[in-house]
């Protein structure tokens, strides 16, 4: 141990301690020590793991050529993998990796993870559950709606129709949240690793024109929009779309008017996006939850998921959602973007 360039002696003293599974490696990426958390997640011993590389604990060795492709680039790594353990059994982990330097010369490097099998395994689990539920949910409503339909040639009476019509504004209301639900899903499963510049000048526009195709009854105003970007991905058209879409659903006037403008100039490295409407305004009771700051009946019955939706979207892009009372009635809804330089 004394022999180690003091680096590696302070790198030695942390991973004994850390109760995650960790390893040191020399600068051949040979396994030099494993602390007893590592030992314990993989069944084998030090004595085993000593003088192999830790591909030899990979299912696939994709991930160890990454981690050596990024310390070539002076780069930290991080990153999943699969590990088959001494008995068999199959764990995943969530790691990364280092490395460890004295002076200008690397004398090793230094890698710790989490034990992931668990929710890889929740995971897997509601995702094979969300697919059949989805499935079966599209062919169910089908099916009621299909029905629907059919009741309305059959019947003359104006309360069997009126029941009718609301039954089916129901069916097609839990589509819609099944829908939200997967986009959701899948703007979450990407994580934010793709953002990039988009320029605002561009989907607003093109999301205001398709709301207002789909909501003719509806005033749509946009205000001059800057040419501007921000960090966004694929994903800002469903947002613009959810936020457009929400002014004019949840409107109770016979002729909804929704405003939309984009500001610039907050003294900070941030983009305003602004949508008011001149609707009924949002509870207050249900802001919280449609900002994900806690959890509320309204949510889980599939009010404000739209908004839910939005929320989360924009914590991905390490921007906000803001909701407030508009005047003289109505709500205002604020994405607060990150602004970056167009491509």
């Known amino acids: 141990m004394n022999d180690r360039p003091a680096p590696m002696r302070a790198y030695v003293e942390l991973f004994d301690a850390s109760p995650n599974p960790a390893l040191l490696a020399g600068p051949d990426f040979r396994i030099v020590d494993a602390n007893q958390a590592c030992v314990e997640f993989t069944g084998y011993s030090r004595e085993e793991l000593r003088g192999k590389l830790p591909e030899v604990l990979f299912t696939n060795p994709e991930p160890f050529e990454e ?35 004295d002076g200008e010369e690397i004398v090793g490097y230094f890698g710790i993870f989490v034990d992931a099998t668990r929710l890889r395994r929740y995971e897997q689990t509601l995702n094979i559950f969300s697919r059949v539920f989805r499935h079966n949910l599209r062919n169910d409503a089908s099916v009621v709606l299909g029905y629907l339909e059919l009741l309305r040639e059959h019947v003359d009476s104006p309360e069997a129709l009126s029941a009718a019509t609301y039954v089916e504004h129901r069916v097609r209301t839990l589509l819609d949240r099944a829908e939200t639900a997967r986009r959701l899903e899948s703007v979450l499963d990407a994580g934010g690793e793709d953002l990039g510049p988009v320029a605002l000048d561009e989907v607003i526009p093109d999301a205001v024109e398709r709301t207002a195709e789909q909501f003719p009854e509806a005033t749509f105003r946009t205000d001059p929009i800057p040419s501007v970007a921000v960090a966004a991905d694929d994903a800002i058209p469903e947002v613009l779309s959810a936020v457009l879409e929400n002014a004019v659903v949840h409107n109770d006037v016979d002729r909804p008017v929704v405003e939309v403008s984009v500001e610039t100039d907050l003294g900070s490295d941030q983009v305003l ?57 109505g709500a205002v809804v604020e994405l607060r973007f990150r602004r970056v330089d167009r491509p």
């Not at 699969?82 to 280092?98: H, N, P, T, V, W």
């Not at 390490?318 to 009635?329: E, Q, T």
């Open 273 to 329: 996006v602004t949508v008011a409407d001149n609707g009924p305004g949002i509870d207050a009771d249900e802001v919280p939850a449609a900002l994900g700051d806690r959890e509320a009946s309204q949510l889980e019955h599939g009010a404000g998921l739209d908004l839910f939706f939005v929320s989360c979207v924009m914590n991905e892009y390490s921007g906000r959602l803001d909701i407030r009372d508009n005047h003289p009635r």
């Open 67 to 101: 981690a050596i492709s990024a310390f070539a680039a002076g780069e930290t790594w991080r990153g999943t993998f699969e590990l088959e353990a001494r008995d068999g059994r199959f764990k995943y982990g969530q790691g990364i990796g280092a490395p460890i330097q």
